[in-house]
Structures are given as C-alpha cells and as structure tokens.
C-alpha cells in the first residue's frame, strides 16, 4: 500500500520566484533601451534572440517536430549563453577585452604594467621619455614609474610629476602613472607645444617689459621738458607782467642819494611800495594757475597792505572797505575773477603812481561792495587835465566788465571803476592770500 503525500510551495517561494523575474525583466529591458539608443543599433540583435527562443518554446508547446524532439533544457541553455554572448559582442556592458587592438590602433604612447613592473601590453609608438620613465618592456622591474611604490624625485605621491619638469624646455615629454586593479597603467603627455608657447611667452614678455622700460624713459623725458617748458613759460609771463616795474624799480634804486637820509628814506618808501606791488603781482599769478575767483575781502587786505607801505614814501593813503567787518568770515564780501581784481589793483597802483609826482600827495579810496558790483572810488588832489591814464589799463578794465567814471572837481578828480560780483558759493574755489 504505497501514501502519497501531496507538497506545495507557500507564499513566500512565490514573492521569491517574482522578485527574481522582475530584477531579470527589468535588467533586460535596461539592455535593450541601451543597445536601441547606441550609435550603432545594437538592441535590435537582442531583440531578435529573445523573438528566437519564443518562437521555439512557442513550437515546443505546440509540439512541431523539430522543437518537440530538442531537449528543452539544453536548447534554452544555448539560447541563454547566445544572449549573453550578444551581449557581450555587442559591449552592453563593459568587458575586459579589445586592448591589444586599442593599442596597436592608439597614437597615445601607452602601457600597461604588473604588480612587478613588467609591461603586459604598449603601444607601437615611444619615447626616450618613456622608456626612460618606465623601464624597458623586458625588464623585469619597473619600479622607476610603478605607482605601488614609492614616489621617485620629482614625482608627488599620486604618481604625477612636478610642475617645474614642464618649465624645463630640455623635457618636451610629461610621464604621468595611475595605480589599476594588479598593476598600474602609465602614460605620455607631449608638452612639446606648451614649452614652445612658453618661450614665446617668456620672450613677449621680456619685450614688453623693454617696451615698458623705454615708455617709461620717454615719459620721464617728456615730464622733465613739459616741467622746464612750463618753468619757462610762467618765468617769462612773470617778466612780461613786472617788466616796467622792476626797471623802475632799479631807477629808484640807483637814484638814491646816499648823502641826504630824507630823501634816502623816501626812495626807500617807494621801493617797499614797488617790491611789494611786485610780490603781489607774482602771487595773483600763481594763485590763478590754481584757482579762478578771489573775495573782495582779501582784495581789500591787499590794498591795505600797499597803503600801508605809501606812509614809508611820505604818500598819505586812507582807504575803506565796507567788506571787510568781519576778517575771519567772508561776511557781506562776493567774489571776482582774478582779471578782475588785478584791474583793479593795477589802477589803485596807477593812481598811485600819480601821487608820487603831486606836491601834495595824498588819496582817498573807497571799496565798496554793493548787492552785485564792487566799486573802487578814489579822490586824487590832481586836475583831470593833468592826467593822462595808460590807455592799456582802461581797456583791460573794461575788458573784463568793468565800467569807469571820472569827475572833475575843481582841483581834485573823482575816479570810480565799477565791476560785476557773484556770490560764494563755493569756499572751496575762493582763493586766499
């Protein structure tokens, strides 16, 4: 009496088996979207076996001769291995196989090396630089670029050289050596091009630096004849403008009696007069290089300051200024050109100059600042038919918008020269003496 004892599997043989099939699914589909998306079409290859091994179990269920009297087992074995063998023609996926072609087929100058040193496989191409780097294919060690081993001199511990190989010109090659699986593989790097390119580079760079020496030279010259030409020319405005004074001065000078001290001291007091109409001259110059208007408040100081010098020569100058309340601030006082206030200066030195050959000499002068003009009043004890004013100094007075009014008063004369202000605005751009 024999017992049959059914047996099945439990649920967990099915989840399995499904997770199996499913990773085996989606592996070959991963295959086939790769080879149909490669360059050369390989998908539809694989696509034609698995078509093959349904047509056969297909015919085998149906029970067709030629595939009812196969053994399965063997014939899908054998489909099996055709499909992995497709696959790994085709390069779906990465083989170890093809280096002696890529070798023999490469313009790199390549090789591979053991754990020993010992080259496995090159390329036909060398250089000196490689042999020289790596050792002979024949030799048993080559421990001179092995990346298992120490780094040698002028070679860092991942196996590249040094920068300063690819400075020097004499070494037109660059070994560099990358550790792999059992050995290592090593390489050549022609910087044959990079070195020409920098001894172009090195000597563009020494012209330029010659170029640069040579401008800079130049440009020193040209600074040094630019300083001696506008040396040159300011000397030569100076003596343009103070010409007439400092020959008037040397008259004074060597005018001067020796034997008689009033007269002495009243050639004195004109040369302090001139010296100092002098040295304001030269200072408006200078300050009109540097800035463009002047107050009235120190065009009245500078006035003062050369009736102050007019007592030294016997000349009585009185002088006021309704501009000047307040010294340290600019209070009601508005500002002018330069051009100007040097009209003005050099008709209050005028007028003076006048003075110097009256019997009595004595001046009255008034700066007056009013809301948009300055006037200069001056009251001189001559006939106006005794004067006779440089022709030059009236027309650079109107030159520069002013106005001039004269008066005859009996035995005196009236004098007044009126000129246009602006207010400040800007103490910045307001020169001080």
């Not at 004892?5 to 439990?10: F, K, L, Q």
């Not at 103490?427 to 003496?433: C, D, E, I, L």
Request: proline share 4%; with cysteine.
């Amino acid at each position: 009496m024999y017992l049959f004892i059914y047996r099945s599997y439990g649920p967990v043989y099915y989840v399995v088996m499904a997770v199996i099939a499913a990773q085996i699914l989606v592996s070959q589909v991963s295959l086939i979207r790769r080879g149909w998306r490669s360059p050369r079409r390989r998908g539809p290859l694989l696509v034609a076996c698995y078509v093959l091994l349904l047509v056969y179990g297909v015919g085998y269920a149906l029970r067709w001769p030629p595939a009812w009297e196969s053994d399965m087992t063997i014939t899908v074995g054998l489909f099996l291995l055709l499909v992995m063998e497709v696959i790994l023609r085709t390069g779906l996926v990465p083989v170890n196989r093809g280096y002696r072609q890529l070798f023999a087929a490469s313009t790199l100058v390549l090789r591979i090396k053991d754990h020993v040193g010992r080259t496995i496989v090159s390329t036909r191409s060398g250089s000196n630089a490689l042999q020289a780097g790596t050792g002979s294919a024949d030799s048993p060690h080559g421990e001179s670029c092995d990346a298992t081993g120490p780094p040698r001199d002028g070679q860092t511990s991942d196996g590249l050289f040094d920068d300063h190989l690819c400075a020097d010109h004499s070494a037109d090659h660059l070994i560099h050596t990358r550790p792999i699986r059992g050995g290592s593989i090593v390489w050549e790097e022609d910087i044959s091009d990079l070195n020409r390119l920098d001894e172009q580079l090195c000597r563009s760079a020494e012209q330029l630096r010659a170029t640069n020496l040579i401008l800079a030279q130049r440009g020193e010259i040209t600074k040094r004849r630019l300083q001696a030409q506008e040396t040159d020319r300011i000397f030569t405005s100076l003596e343009a403008e103070t010409a007439s004074k400092t020959k008037q001065l040397e008259q004074v000078i060597l005018s001067m009696a020796p034997d008689d001290p009033t007269a002495a001291a009243q050639r004195a007091g004109l040369t302090a007069v001139l010296l100092c109409y002098i040295k304001r001259r030269c200072n408006f110059y200078f300050l009109q290089e540097t800035s463009q208007t002047i107050t009235t408040t120190d065009l009245a100081i500078y006035l003062e300051e050369l009736a102050g010098l007019s007592s030294q020569a016997g000349i009585r100058v009185l002088i006021t200024c309704n501009a000047t309340d307040r010294l340290s601030n600019t209070g009601g006082a508005r500002r002018l050109s330069f051009d100007q206030a040097i009209a003005i200066y050099d008709m209050f030195y005028a007028a003076w100059s006048l003075l110097s050959q009256a019997e009595d000499p004595a001046m009255v002068t008034h700066l007056i600042q009013k809301p948009d003009h300055c006037e200069l009043r001056l009251l001189l004890p001559v006939g106006q038919a005794d004067v006779t004013w440089d022709q030059s100094l009236l027309d650079r007075v109107v030159a520069v918008g002013g106005r001039l009014s004269v008066k005859d008063l009996d035995d005196m004369m009236s004098l007044i020269v009126a000129l246009p202000t602006q207010p400040i605005t800007d103490t910045a751009a307001v020169a001080h003496g």
